[in-house]
């Protein structure tokens, strides 16, 4: 069975909302971020950054969640879920899985960094306006891709999907404008999605037991 390491409301909830879109079974293992336990020898000898998601897949232990993402979903699922190697669908799905974690969500992580993850002797609060800035040209690029799609790849969900609506769902809770209506409609139209729920609501369940 699948192993997901994760704690609520961080990055493992891209995983965890894949793994019920597919409807796979899996094993989620809580890592505990405000105690510690990502800094835990056991767990670092599992992903030296200390950081989650990290899955284990029959013997294969992957993390960053754009990498499993595109893992599970080759693996496990179906040509709506990813496109076929080769094909320009699969290209456009690579290039905004990209995007989400390289220019959408780098300047939300640059924020969080500094102010809440980095040592606080290493916190510039002085960034905060250049993130802000990077972040509304993200979404300019972002707005203009999905253009009057329903979807990024189209007409159909996709895993590439889970990737940039739960970006522009941290964008909403950094409290960063979407000025982009399309934008708006796109985030809440796949944040509605039911495995999403379920998702959110066993790894919620996780730190209650």
Same mark, same amino acid.
């Given at each position: 069975?699948?192993?997901v390491?994760?704690?609520p409301?961080?990055?493992s909830l891209?995983?965890t909302?894949l793994l019920?879109?597919l409807?796979l079974?899996?094993?989620?293992?809580?890592?505990n971020?405000?105690?510690?336990?990502?800094?835990?020898?056991? &767990?670092?000898?599992?992903?030296?950054?200390g950081?989650?998601?990290?899955?284990?897949?029959?013997?294969?232990?992957?993390?960053e969640?754009?990498a499993?993402?595109?893992?599970l979903?080759?693996?496990?699922?179906?040509a709506q879920?990813?496109?076929?190697? +080769?094909?320009?669908?699969r290209?456009?799905?690579e290039?905004?899985?990209?995007?989400?974690?390289?220019?959408?969500?780098?300047?939300?992580?640059?924020?969080?960094?500094?102010?809440?993850?980095?040592p606080a002797k290493?916190?510039?609060k002085?960034?905060?306006?250049?993130?802000?800035?990077e972040?509304?040209?993200?979404?300019k690029i972002?707005?203009?891709?999905?253009?009057?799609?329903?979807?990024?790849?189209g007409?159909a &969900?996709?895993?590439?999907?889970i990737?940039v609506?739960?970006?522009?769902?941290? +964008?909403v809770k950094?409290?960063q404008?979407?000025p982009?209506?399309n934008l708006?409609?796109?985030?809440e139209?796949?944040m509605?999605r039911?495995a999403?729920?379920k998702?959110l609501?066993r790894?919620t369940?996780s730190?209650? +037991?």
């Amino acid at each position: 069975m699948i192993k997901v390491y994760g704690f609520p409301h961080s990055r493992s909830l891209r995983i965890t909302w894949l793994l019920e879109e597919l409807g796979l079974e899996y094993d989620y293992q809580l890592i505990n971020l405000s105690k510690g336990d990502n800094r835990a020898a056991e &767990f670092l000898a599992i992903n030296p950054a200390g950081k989650v998601p990290v899955i284990e897949d029959d013997g294969l232990v992957i993390f960053e969640s754009a990498a499993i993402v595109s893992h599970l979903s080759d693996k496990y699922g179906d040509a709506q879920i990813i496109p076929a190697p +080769g094909t320009d669908a699969r290209g456009l799905f690579e290039q905004w899985s990209y995007f989400s974690v390289c220019e959408l969500e780098q300047p939300l992580w640059t924020i969080g960094k500094h102010k809440f993850a980095l040592p606080a002797k290493h916190r510039v609060k002085e960034i905060f306006a250049t993130a802000s800035w990077e972040f509304q040209q993200a979404l300019k690029i972002l707005s203009q891709g999905l253009g009057d799609k329903d979807y990024l790849l189209g007409a159909a &969900f996709s895993a590439v999907d889970i990737l940039v609506a739960h970006t522009l769902n941290w +964008g909403v809770k950094f409290e960063q404008p979407i000025p982009q209506a399309n934008l708006n409609a796109y985030r809440e139209r796949v944040m509605a999605r039911p495995a999403r729920a379920k998702a959110l609501a066993r790894e919620t369940q996780s730190l209650e +037991g």
